[in-house]
Nanobody
Framework: QVQLVESGGGLVQPGGSLRLSCVDSGSIVRFNTMGWYRQAPGKERALVARISSGGSTIYADSVKGRFTISRDNTKNTVYLQMNNLKFEDTAVYYC?????????WGQGTQVTVSS
């Protein structure tokens, strides 16, 4: 059974870095395009970055040059390296397939950028 579990969030100052991890218990992410999404307070959930099974990546304009999505298929894990974090990056971050599949939304991991 596939379950996506996010971790790595926390409280960080502006300009800081975090690395998020998404582990798949079902070992199928390696065959699929995966995405990191985020939902800020009062806003819709939105795609931040995605990575194909072959490693091709696409980013939202707001994170280009600061965030890097990657995957380690041997560990069934997708990562999101976030550098130069800004106040507006504060959100709950989720991983899911791309396009997303409703039943695979997890609890997410909270990222708070604050001074």
């Amino acid at each position: 059974q596939v379950q996506l579990v996010e971790s790595g969030g926390g409280l960080v100052q502006p300009g800081g870095s975090l690395r998020l991890s998404c582990v798949d218990s079902g070992s199928i992410v390696r065959f699929n395009t995966m995405g990191w999404y985020r939902q800020a307070p009062g806003k819709e959930r939105a795609l931040v970055a995605r990575i194909s099974s072959g490693g091709s990546t696409i980013y939202a304009d707001s994170v280009k040059g600061r965030f890097t999505i990657s995957r380690d298929n041997t560990k069934n894990t997708v990562y999101l390296q976030m550098n130069n974090l800004k106040f507006e990056d504060t959100a709950v971050y989720y991983c899911n397939f791309y396009p997303s599949v409703q039943r695979y939304w997890g609890q997410g991991t909270q990222v708070t950028v604050s001074s």
